[in-house]
């Protein structure tokens, strides 16, 4: 590989660093002390920030002076809710809480890049956005930082997720759909309450809600083209008071998964058609409450060719991969529909560091910290690839 040396210097630190943020995780939409730590380092080099809601951190780089160019480079920076099992000296020390997906890593890379970047700022004929998000996990922090119109102007925007799937030293880079949307859909079913000797003088919500779970799965397998991937799960049913009651009401918890808007449109609408329908045939009424997490993730063609001249400087050609796409979200999606971008994968797994394999949200959760340094050098090459500077 050939990794700037300027990021190389930086290795030890980036680790140290890394660590810390991993034991001292934090929930999305509070991730305060990471903000504040995000904060110290950036100021530390003289880059300004600005919080983006109460956790968000806005670092700007402003360049030379001589473009109006901009590329926001983004890392997530908010934890899990898994109980860390790993007796490495790192692991987390927060109780039920931890960096089971990698965002420290992500965090740290982009702070690395920043202070490359920031050396090097007289090279920049435009300006870096560093973004660094909160919220991921529950698709909330995204819309904090586009609401503020910071993307409104951007050229490009970047960013990075591990793999642990994916062996170390190796970068997947996919054009097109790469995460699909995730909504969480509840519906609440009304009915009224008897004896169940007599059913027929109430309205049964545990029947009409097992009736409407039954009927959600002929959304995918009679409704949808066979070539188009639609994910309907229903997690959670809870209805009923007593054994011999007709239950009067019933909670139905589930989610869509899909990669087009299209698609995800049509699925949510029918869902909502189905479960009303059913609802009204035995009597009852059903509400249906949709929270859209995030959208479809579609790189740009054009975005991945240029992360792809730059990755292969650096880790060469061969180690240049692709991947599927997968039914997990990301909210670096809702970027992608301001402006042109990409998001490559970085992998993390080595067969001779066991927890590096462990999949992402497992309790035993670790990368090849060696990864962080790519993911830096990734960060800072792209940014300086598209403000008029020539990488070595």
Not at 47 to 67: A, D, F
Not at 237 to 249: P, Q, R, S, T
């Amino acid at each position: 590989m050939a990794i700037n040396p300027q990021i190389q210097e930086d290795r030890d630190y980036l680790i140290s660093l890394r660590r810390h943020f991993h034991q001292y995780p934090e929930l999305s939409m509070k991730e305060y002390n990471t903000a504040k730590r995000i904060e110290k380092e950036l100021h530390q080099i003289g880059v300004k920030t600005r919080r983006i809601g109460e956790t968000g951190v806005l670092g700007v780089i402003e360049g030379n002076g001589s473009s109006d160019r901009i590329v926001a480079l983004r890392a997530d920076i908010d934890a899990l809710h898994i109980q860390d099992v790993k007796t490495v000296d790192y692991a987390s020390i927060i109780p039920g809480v931890m960096h089971a997906c990698g965002h420290d890593s992500h965090t740290t890379a982009l702070i690395g890049a920043a202070r490359y970047l920031k050396a090097n700022e007289a090279k920049l004929d435009g300006k870096v956005y560093l973004i660094f998000q909160q919220g991921e996990e529950y698709g909330q922090g995204a819309r904090l930082f586009i609401k503020e119109g910071l993307l409104n102007n951007a050229y490009r925007v970047f960013g990075i997720h591990v793999d642990s799937e994916i062996p170390v030293g190796k970068v997947a880079i996919k054009e097109g759909p790469v995460n699909a949307s995730v909504d969480h859909f509840t519906i609440k079913i009304k009915g009224i309450s008897s004896h169940v000797s007599t059913p027929h003088k109430g309205v049964d919500g545990l029947y009409i809600a097992a009736q409407t779970v039954i009927a959600l799965q002929g959304i995918v397998s009679r409704l949808t083209d066979p070539k188009d991937v639609v994910v309907v799960g229903v997690g959670v049913l809870k209805a009923g008071e007593g054994y011999n009651i007709v239950a009067k009401e019933a909670v139905i918890e589930g989610t869509t998964r899909c990669f087009t808007e299209k698609i995800r449109d049509r699925t949510n609408r029918k869902i909502e058609e189905i479960s009303k329908n059913i609802a009204s045939i035995y009597g009852g009424e059903a509400e249906i409450i949709f929270q859209d997490f995030t959208s479809p993730l579609v790189n740009d063609k054009t975005s991945c060719e240029e992360v792809r001249i730059v990755a292969e400087k650096i880790v060469g050609k061969d180690n240049i991969v692709s991947r599927e796409a997968t039914l997990g979200g990301d909210d670096f999606a809702e970027f992608l529909k301001i402006t042109k971008g990409m998001y490559a994968y970085v992998g993390t797994g080595n067969p001779d560091k066991p927890n590096t394999l462990a999949a992402l949200h497992g309790d035993n959760f670790d990368i090849d910290e060696e990864a962080i340094i790519i993911g830096a050098n990734l960060y800072a090459d792209y940014a300086m690839s598209q403000l008029a500077f020539i990488c070595q």
